[in-house]
C-alpha cells in the first residue's frame, strides 16, 4: 500500500500570511501513460463533511478560492495558501487514488497565529 | 444541485450488523463511481470501498474486508454498505462520496452518519 506522509502535523499562520502543507507519498503517484498525478487535498472542518480543494495535483475545485493552490508531482506534493483567511482554519488532509487502497495523509491542523 | 443523503447508522453491539444507505440526487447516479469513506471520533480520514458506476468492480480497505459489503441500485439512485460482525473500531461517522467526473477525487460528500459500535 501507498504510504501518505504530510509535514506539519499542526501549523499555526497569521492572517494574510502563506501556509504551506507537504504531502509525500512512498511512491510515484504519476500515471506515465497520462501525466497526471492521482494527489487531492480536501478541507475538513468541524462538523463538516469533506470538501475537495485540488486533483490531479494542481487543478484548483471550481468555486475555491484561487489563494488555494497545489503542487508538484511524483512523490512530493504540496498545499499552498497564498493569503490566510479566518475562515481557513481546518484540518488539510492530502489522497492519494493511484491505487486501491485509496489512502489519506494523517492530516495537518491549520490555526491562525 | 448534487445531493448525498446518508441513512441507517446507529448504536449497535459488537458482532452486530448494519446496512448504511446513500441517496443521490442531482445528477446522473449510474454515470458515477462511488466511494464510503470514514472517520472516527478525533481521527482522520479512512477510505472503505470503492463501486464502479455499474457496480462490476468493487475494492475495499483490508480492516474490513469480508465484513463489509459495497453494492447499489442505480434504479434507485443509492448507494448502499452492508456491515456485518461490527467491531468497536469501526466506530466512526460515515460518508458516502462521489467520484470526480474526471477520474479518482471525490468532488461531493454527504453529512455523513454516525456508527456506534458498543456494548
Known amino acids: 500500500d501507498i504510504v501518505m506522509t504530510q509535514s506539519p502535523d499542526s501549523l499555526a499562520v497569521s492572517l494574510g500570511e502563506r501556509a504551506t502543507i507537504n504531502c509525500k507519498s512512498s511512491q510515484s503517484v504519476l500515471y506515465s501513460s497520462t501525466n497526471k498525478n492521482h494527489l487531492a487535498w480536501y478541507q475538513v472542518k468541524p462538523g463538516q463533511p469533506p470538501k475537495l480543494l485540488i486533483y490531479w495535483a494542481s487543478n484548483r475545485e471550481s468555486g475555491v478560492p484561487d489563494r488555494f493552490s497545489g503542487s508538484g508531482s511524483g512523490t512530493d506534493f504540496t498545499l499552498t495558501i497564498s493569503s490566510l483567511q479566518a475562515e481557513d482554519v481546518a484540518v488539510y488532509y492530502c489522497q492519494q487514488y493511484y491505487s486501491v487502497p485509496v489512502i489519506f495523509g494523517q492530516g495537518t491542523r491549520l490555526e491562525i497565529k | 444541485e448534487v445531493q448525498l443523503v446518508e441513512s441507517g447508522g446507529g448504536l449497535v453491539q459488537p458482532g452486530g450488523s448494519l446496512r448504511l444507505s446513500c441517496a443521490a440526487s442531482g445528477f446522473t447516479f449510474s454515470n458515477y463511481w462511488m466511494h464510503w469513506v470514514r472517520q472516527a471520533p478525533g481521527k482522520g480520514l479512512v477510505w472503505v470501498s470503492r463501486?464502479?458506476?455499474?457496480?462490476?468492480?468493487?475494492a475495499y480497505a483490508d480492516s474490513v474486508k469480508g465484513r463489509f459489503t459495497i453494492s447499489r441500485d442505480n434504479a434507485k439512485n443509492t448507494l448502499y454498505l452492508q456491515m456485518n460482525s461490527l467491531r468497536a473500531e469501526d466506530t466512526a461517522v460515515y460518508y458516502c462520496?462521489?467520484?470526480?467526473?474526471?477520474?479518482?477525487?471525490?468532488?461531493?460528500w454527504g453529512q455523513g452518519t454516525l456508527v456506534t459500535v458498543s456494548s
Open positions: 463501486i464502479t458506476s455499474d457496480g462490476s468492480n468493487i
Open positions: 462520496a462521489r467520484v470526480h467526473f474526471s477520474g479518482g477525487a471525490n468532488d461531493n
